[in-house]
Structures are given as C-alpha cells and as structure tokens.
C-alpha cells in the first residue's frame, strides 16, 4: 500500500503536470488578443508583406518560405524545418538560437503567451475562427491624403529641405528631421505624388513617402531661395 502522504504527493504531482500540459495548449481567445502587438510588423491578410512576412497560414509551413517576400534572412530562407508548435515556440522565446543569423529581434519571453499565440496561428490554419478576434492590419492609403499632405515640390539649401505642399504651404525642415521613404505597394502614393506624414518628436519630424526612389533624384532640387525672395 502507498503511504498516505507519497499518495498525496504523487497526485500534486499529476496535478501540476495536466496543468502544464493544458498551459502548453494555450488560449487562441488570448492569442488573438496578444496578437495586436505583432501588428506592426506582421499582417494576417495573405500577401501582405511588412517588415516581416504575412502569417496568414503559417503554422505548420516551410520556415523561410513564404511567397512574395523577399526580405528573408539567408539563415532562415535557408532552414529545413516546418513551423510546428515546438519550432514557433523555440522562435518565439529566441528566433537567434533557433536560427542563428535571424533578423527578428523580438522576443515573447512568457511561455504562456507564447502558447497562447500558437494556439491562435493553429486555429486559424484550421478554421476555427467562432469567437476569434482577426486583427486586421491599419494602413493608411496615401493616395487618399488631402492636399495639406501631397507634396508640390522639394528644395535642399545647405542643410534645410523646403517642402511645398498642394496647398501652397512650404515648411522648413532640418535634413535630419525628414526622413525618405519609398512605398510602391497598393497603399502608396500616387506615382509622382509623393505624400508628406508629420512624425513623433524623437528626430524624425516628418516622412516623404515616393511611389519610386527614381522619384527622388527626380523631385528634390538642391538649390537656395534668391536673396530678398520668400522661401
């Protein structure tokens, strides 16, 4: 006969193993939730490439493998394994001891919520989407923009970028307060209507946004008011 208290200790002990196992099985109700904070480099929609690729059917395929982009690491395009729970949560807690040479740098140090956001990325690969939140990815098509944010033309004197706007506006921007970008997806600007986004107040105080680096060349003139004329 098992001693009373080795009985009750083997049972704490199952206890505590079912809890875990029904922990590593994770909530998709709560991954979709943790899931938001993925948003700004990840979309849901298929063949929607942002800093990283789109996730839309990722579970359970090739690592490194998705179609249409191309911003791979050459360790991670050149990886042999499929995205099974154990490998996304070996990614998810330290892509860089996975796959040394990986480019993602964030980590989701909770194992629990590590579960939870495979046990989302399952249930959508399997359909079962009742009662899931599917974030969807907030782009702004800046084809859209009024004419305070479309850009006339851009003037560089010394170390000042004149920005004329649509409306007749022109600012005077530091060079390291402007930041180029280019955008030839679905949601850019306009092929020679490049778009001008007010930043945050850490160094880049504004974006300009082409349809196409030629563009760029193209539209910023480098030369200086006329003395006694209005810049």
């Given at each position: 006969m098992?001693?009373?208290?080795?009985?009750?200790?083997?049972?704490?002990?199952?206890?505590?193993?079912k809890?875990?196992?029904?922990?590593t099985?994770?909530?998709?109700v709560?991954g979709?939730?943790a899931?938001r904070a993925?948003?700004?480099?990840?979309?849901?929609?298929?063949g929607?490439?942002m800093?990283?690729?789109?996730l839309?059917?990722?579970y359970g395929?090739?690592?490194?493998?998705?179609a249409?982009?191309?911003?791979?690491s050459e360790a991670?395009?050149?990886?042999r394994f499929?995205?099974?729970?154990?490998?996304?949560?070996?990614?998810?807690?330290?892509?860089?001891?996975?796959v040394?040479?990986?480019?993602?740098?964030?980590?989701?140090?909770?194992?629990?919520?590590r579960?939870?956001?495979?046990a989302?990325l399952?249930?959508l690969?399997d359909?079962?989407?009742d009662?899931?939140?599917?974030?969807q990815?907030?782009v702004?098509?800046?084809?859209?923009l009024?004419r305070?944010s479309?850009?006339?033309?851009?003037?560089l004197c010394?170390?000042?970028?004149?920005?004329?706007l649509?409306?007749?506006v022109t600012?005077?921007?530091?060079?390291?307060?402007l930041?180029?970008?280019?955008?030839s997806?679905?949601?850019?600007p306009a092929p020679?209507?490049?778009?001008?986004?007010?930043?945050?107040?850490q160094?880049?105080?504004?974006t300009?946004?082409?349809?196409?680096?030629?563009e760029?060349?193209a539209?910023?003139?480098s030369?200086?008011?006329?003395?006694?004329?209005?810049p």
């Open positions: 098992i001693p009373v208290r080795l009985a009750a200790a083997l049972l704490l002990l199952a206890s505590a193993a809890a875990e196992g029904a922990k099985e994770g909530d998709p709560a979709a939730i899931f993925c948003l700004s480099c990840h979309a849901l929609e298929p929607r490439h800093t990283g690729p789109s839309s059917g990722i395929s090739p690592a490194g493998k998705v249409g982009f191309d911003r791979y991670l395009a050149a990886s499929n995205w099974t729970p154990q490998r996304l949560d070996a990614w998810l807690a330290n892509p860089s001891a996975l040394p040479g990986s480019r993602m740098t964030y980590l989701v140090a909770d194992a629990t919520v579960a939870d956001l495979i989302y399952k249930a690969h359909g079962r989407t009662g899931l939140a599917i974030p990815t907030t702004l098509d800046l084809k859209t009024g305070a479309r850009v006339e033309a851009v003037r010394r170390d000042t970028f004149r920005v004329t649509k409306n007749g600012l005077p921007l530091w060079e390291r307060n930041r180029l970008r280019v955008d997806s679905a949601d850019g020679g209507e490049p778009a001008l986004l007010p930043g945050g107040m160094g880049d105080r504004y300009l946004i082409f349809h196409h680096p030629a760029i060349g539209l910023i003139k030369e200086c008011p006329s003395p006694g004329a209005t």
